[in-house]
């Protein structure tokens, strides 16, 4: 059985993404409990409670259980730029977004929405300034000008925090500009528990929140989106209009409140500190690159890692190769951890460290290709 086995389903040697992290036996004892009643319906007391108590540990009025994580963006941008007063309108993001660059274009088939791309100055996160800078307001404006309805910000972004200041700071100021606020929080798990704020107050900067409970919280599948009642009234007339109302969704959202409860915990911050146990595997990791001399292209202050391998001569295709050859799996230049990596994985890891920063790829033979089933019973 695969279920509460990241060793058996590889994700204990998968550094490309913490998305594929392992559901336990706990969930599946979980799902056998939920009630089987219809959710189009409104019945089904597993999903309405997981979404009462989403939206309680958000400070929320309300929440609405959606299969990913791009879904819940997708629904919150379209549920708010449907609340614009000018139509058509523009939503504001960091051009790196995975809102602008990952979701299939869905802003401009769901939201019907311009993207205004901007590179945030500081080069890690969007603040106040840049956004002041970029927007497009006021009546007066030129006809050729889009309006912007809408900032959407990650946190974290690319695995860095945005601080809890310039989310309020932000928050200010689209307030008085007129514009609504999206927090892409599939990491805002991350965020909390490396002391980001509490989901409270990150939850409190925005108009629609997203989390995710199938990255480093490792439900099998689900996210939510959290808001005002009029947003998620919106967001689920919008979600049933995509075929996104799923019947018996106990069955998951019970498998995703297990998930919370035993790798977060019952409140608005975390105290299971099972995310810190990828965040300290980051923090290695870091120091394993620096140590042999590698350079970031980002501070590691959460669960990523992002390896400068122009500085180190070498093409990203070439590394994720070399960690094949090492038996695990990597998406050069980022490396993401999560708490199922196994200590096994980040030896290999370090000698595919060794083999980037002392160019010894000659090195890599086969018996040390054995090193996947070391200390973990593979079953692949
Ligand atoms: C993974 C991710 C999403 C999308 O989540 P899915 O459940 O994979 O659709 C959205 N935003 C960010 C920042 C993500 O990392």
Request: hydrophobic residues 45%; aromatic residues 4%; negative net charge.
């Amino acid at each position: 059985m695969s279920w509460g086995d990241p060793c058996r389903t590889g994700t204990a040697f998968d550094f490309r993404t913490d998305a594929i992290t392992t559901p336990s036996i706990r969930q599946l004892a979980a799902i056998t409990r939920a009630t089987l009643n219809d959710d189009v319906f409104g019945e089904d007391a597993s999903t309405t409670l997981l979404e009462q108590h989403v939206a309680t540990i958000c400070g929320c009025d309300a929440a609405a259980f959606v299969m990913s994580g791009t879904m819940a963006n997708q629904l919150s941008l379209a549920a708010l730029t449907s609340m614009s007063r000018s139509r058509p309108c523009a939503v504001l993001a960091d051009s790196s977004a995975h809102v602008v660059n990952f979701e299939a274009g869905g802003l401009s088939n769901l939201s019907g929405a311009a993207v205004q791309p901007v590179q945030p100055s500081n080069g890690l996160y969007l603040r106040a300034e840049d956004i002041e800078k970029h927007a497009k307001l006021g009546d007066n404006m030129p006809w050729e000008v889009c309006p912007t309805a809408v900032v959407s910000l990650e946190n974290t972004a690319h695995g860095n925090l945005i601080p809890l200041r310039e989310l309020r700071g932000i928050r200010d100021w689209t307030a008085q500009a007129g514009i609504l606020v999206h927090i892409d929080g599939a990491r805002v798990w991350d965020a909390v528990a490396a002391g980001g704020g509490s989901l409270r107050d990150i939850a409190a900067c925005s108009d629609a929140m997203t989390l995710s409970f199938a990255k480093g919280i490792g439900a099998p599948i689900g996210a939510a989106v959290v808001g005002s009642s009029e947003v998620i009234r919106r967001v689920k007339r919008l979600r049933q209009s995509i075929g996104g109302g799923v019947r018996k969704a106990g069955v998951l959202a019970a498998a995703a409140m297990e998930a919370v409860l035993e790798n977060f915990g019952p409140g608005d911050v975390d105290v299971c500190r099972v995310i810190q146990g990828g965040h300290s595997a980051a923090a290695e990791v870091s120091n394993m690159w620096t140590a042999r001399g590698g350079k970031l292209l980002r501070p590691t202050e959460t669960n990523m890692v992002w390896l400068d391998l122009a500085a180190a001569g070498v093409a990203a295709e070439t590394v994720s190769d070399m960690a094949s050859r090492r038996g695990v799996l990597l998406a050069a230049p980022r490396v993401v951890l999560h708490h199922q990596i196994c200590a096994d994985a980040l030896v290999s890891l370090g000698q595919v460290f060794d083999d980037i920063l002392a160019g010894g790829v000659a090195a890599v033979d086969a018996a040390d290709l054995g090193v996947r089933s070391k200390g973990c019973v593979q079953a692949m």
